[in-house]
């Protein structure tokens, strides 16, 4: 098993458990369930990547993106927008607060591990 660490950002459990299945095998997941907790968790567990959800309560994943990018001691984590907002004008804000690639839900597998590819090579 690889060592680096995704963490997995999203409100919902389910697409939180979905996803710890398609990695684990390979990665080491860390969970949240906030873009708070996003910020918190990418301070102190440093992960290699992020897949972040946009639409979630109280600090969204634009402002937590942002955040972590903006940040001198996380601006390197490479974040992915994982969402069900396939808009251009969600791609073109996720790209302006600093995500590195953007994919939409549903998603496959071979999406993920594309992405892991380019961004972790």
Do not use: W
Not at 26 to 42: K, M, N, W
């Amino acid at each position: 098993m690889d060592t680096r660490k995704i963490l997995v950002v999203d409100d919902e459990q389910n697409i939180r458990v979905v996803l710890r299945g398609m990695l684990e095998k390979h990665y080491i997941v860390l969970e949240a369930s906030d873009g708070q907790e996003a910020i918190d968790i990418a301070r102190s567990q440093k992960p290699d990547l992020i897949f972040m959800d946009i639409l979630m309560p109280g600090t969204d994943g634009y402002t937590a993106c942002h955040r972590i990018k903006t940040d001198k001691a996380t601006k390197a984590i490479p974040v992915v927008m994982l969402t069900a907002v396939g808009h251009q004008l969600n791609r073109a804000l996720g790209k302006q607060v600093g995500a590195d690639e953007y994919i939409t839900k549903p998603f496959k597998k071979e999406d993920l591990l594309d992405v892991i590819g380019r961004v972790l090579k």
